[in-house]
């Protein structure tokens, strides 16, 4: 039988994640955009996912043919990052943990004291793929 672990990055993969990685909470110290408790107090892990985008849409894109396409391949990418995480929470709940996905950049974090254009709002878990064992350049 493998670890849940395991299982985990499995399903991330089988339901369109391109990688997958899972840390537990004493590796996201760092900024408050890493605080697993804003969205679920009783959080131990976290699982990071990438997604791809593909490079079909360059080529129109940057030589300013059309930007259509690219607005087309980032509402997939959207939901198809929701779709993972729902998949993600309905295997862990079915389990008996507790799950969280955020909405993948539309949470937002009252109160900040960093200076940000929209108000000192701050993206919340920005940051978790990282600490999960991707430098940001091998995803």
């Known amino acids: 039988m493998s670890s849940l672990k395991e299982e985990l990055t499995a399903l991330a993969l089988d339901s369109g994640a391109i990688r997958a990685r899972i840390t537990n909470k004493d590796r996201l110290e760092g900024p408050p955009s890493a605080d697993t408790t804003y969205v679920l107090p009783d959080a131990r892990s976290v699982v990071s996912y990438a997604i791809s985008l593909g490079r079909d849409f360059i080529p129109d894109y940057f030589g300013k043919v059309t930007r259509t396409v690219f607005k087309r391949v980032m509402y997939d990418s959207y939901q198809l990052v929701g779709s993972v995480g729902r998949e993600l929470v309905s295997y862990l709940e079915a ?32 940051c978790l793929g990282f600490w999960a064992g991707g430098t940001g350049m091998e995803w």
């Not at 900040?112 to 993206?123: C, R, Y």
């Open 95 to 126: 389990r008996g943990f507790k799950a969280f996905s955020p909405s993948p950049n539309a949470v937002y974090r009252k109160g900040s004291t960093i200076s940000q254009p929209a108000a000192g709002l701050l993206p919340s878990l920005r």
